[in-house]
């Protein structure tokens, strides 16, 4: 397989992951790991093999997606609640900044 086709497939590979984080079918943890199941694995995997793709393109996808890493900034923030003159509880936020996390696939059984 050459480089520009496994390059190719990598990239499918990171569209269906966040496609399927879009859509609620992969969940991301408090640490950034997209969290997914043998099961959901092997339903890519045959949706992959209809769509016409070769075994051994699908086994590639399948470690790709495995072994999935991407570095991604993302705006945080600090919340700090206060009592209002209410006596009702509000909250704003401050130190608004972008950090680089690191997302990545981790299988749950």
Request: hydrophobic residues 40%; charged residues 35%; without cysteine.
């Amino acid at each position: 397989m050459e480089e520009k086709e496994k390059k190719e497939l990598k990239g499918i590979v990171v569209d269906i992951i966040f496609e399927e984080l879009e859509k609620g079918n992969l969940k991301q943890d408090e640490n950034y790991n997209i969290i997914y199941t043998e099961d959901f694995l092997n339903s890519i995997i045959m949706e992959l093999l209809l769509n016409g793709f070769t075994t051994k393109e699908v086994m590639y996808m399948r470690q790709a997606f495995i072994n999935f890493e991407m570095e991604q900034d993302i705006t945080v923030s600090d919340t700090v609640e206060f009592e209002t003159k209410g006596g009702g509880k509000d909250w704003y936020e401050i130190n608004e900044r972008i950090e680089t996390v690191v997302l990545a696939t981790k299988k749950v059984i």
